[in-house]
């Protein structure tokens, strides 16, 4: 079966420090890949996606991610995170038939 | 952002009660979706809409009630829930199947 694998359930960071959130997937066909932000008290928001071209992408607010096909990777960075980062993020990958495979969620906590 | 609304926002019923939380996209899409949140658990997927039509059922109990009356609006009846149903209920729209998706705010379920 399709999966999604975020690795980090909860990290806590300092202002300033850099952020790095993993994201595997299980499924070997052609994929869109997702990161989706919750912030406390809001709705989902898409942060970044990819579908094909530049493996690396860039996205809002300074995030970018790397497609890793060999790995089958979408790592989400951020070299310096701000205490309005704090929120829940969420990996999401969708093949051929269009069903939105989600991860587990990372909680991050960004300390001022 | 006022794309994709959702209402109501928090609901709370009984297990022998009749409720139907109601989704609409502004957005022009062909696609509606409903998912449940629930907490330390991936967003699961329960329901996909394509042109009115469904085209997904992921093994939802006859509980939940899924109706799209046109591509903008789509409905989700509850009736005789569980308190293990209580969850955030998502709405989400897409233009086609892989392409990106956009969520509503949720409404926040309490089953007693």
Same mark, same amino acid.
């Given at each position: 079966?399709?999966?999604?694998?975020?690795?980090?359930?909860?990290?806590?960071?300092?202002?300033?420090?850099?952020?790095?959130?993993?994201?595997?997937? /299980?499924?070997?066909?052609?994929?869109?890949?997702?990161?989706?932000?919750?912030?406390?008290?809001?709705? +989902?928001?898409?942060?970044?996606?990819?579908?094909?071209?530049?493996? +690396?992408?860039?996205?809002?607010?300074?995030?970018?991610?790397?497609?890793?096909? /060999?790995?089958?990777?979408?790592? +989400?960075?951020?070299? /310096?995170?701000?205490?309005?980062?704090?929120?829940?993020?969420?990996?999401?990958?969708?093949?051929?038939?269009?069903? +939105?495979?989600?991860?587990?969620?990372?909680?991050? /906590?960004?300390?001022? | 952002?006022?794309?994709?609304?959702? @209402?109501?926002?928090?609901?709370?019923?009984?297990?022998?009660?009749?409720?139907?939380?109601?989704?609409? %996209?502004?957005?022009?899409?062909?696609?509606?979706?409903?998912?449940? $949140?629930?907490?330390?658990?991936?967003?699961?997927?329960? &329901?996909?809409?394509?042109?009115?039509?469904? @085209?997904?059922?992921?093994?939802?109990?006859?509980? &939940?009630?899924?109706?799209?009356?046109?591509?903008?609006?789509?409905?989700?009846?509850?009736? @005789?829930? %569980?308190?293990?149903?209580?969850?955030?209920?998502?709405?989400?729209?897409?233009?086609?199947?892989?392409? @990106? $998706?956009? &969520?509503?705010?949720?409404?926040?379920?309490?089953?007693?």
């Amino acid at each position: 079966a399709q999966s999604v694998s975020q690795h980090n359930h909860h990290v806590i960071l300092s202002e300033a420090a850099s952020l790095e959130l993993g994201c595997n997937y /299980s499924y070997g066909g052609t994929v869109n890949l997702f990161w989706y932000v919750q912030y406390p008290g809001q709705h +989902l928001q898409l942060l970044l996606k990819y579908f094909s071209g530049d493996p +690396l992408v860039k996205g809002i607010k300074g995030f970018e991610a790397e497609f890793i096909k /060999s790995k089958f990777s979408f790592n +989400l960075r951020k070299p /310096s995170v701000q205490w309005s980062d704090t929120a829940e993020y969420f990996c999401a990958v969708n093949n051929q038939g269009g069903k +939105l495979i989600f991860g587990q969620g990372t909680e991050l /906590s960004v300390k001022p | 952002e006022t794309g994709v609304t959702q @209402t109501p926002r928090h609901l709370v019923m009984g297990m022998t009660n009749k409720k139907s939380l109601k989704c609409e %996209q502004h957005l022009g899409h062909n696609a509606m979706y409903w998912y449940k $949140q629930s907490a330390k658990k991936p967003l699961e997927l329960m &329901f996909v809409y394509n042109f009115k039509e469904q @085209t997904e059922n992921n093994s939802v109990p006859s509980r &939940f009630s899924p109706e799209c009356p046109n591509s903008s609006h789509l409905f989700l009846h509850l009736h @005789t829930l %569980q308190p293990e149903d209580s969850a955030l209920y998502l709405c989400a729209s897409s233009d086609r199947g892989r392409e @990106t $998706q956009y &969520f509503g705010p949720g409404t926040r379920l309490l089953v007693l």
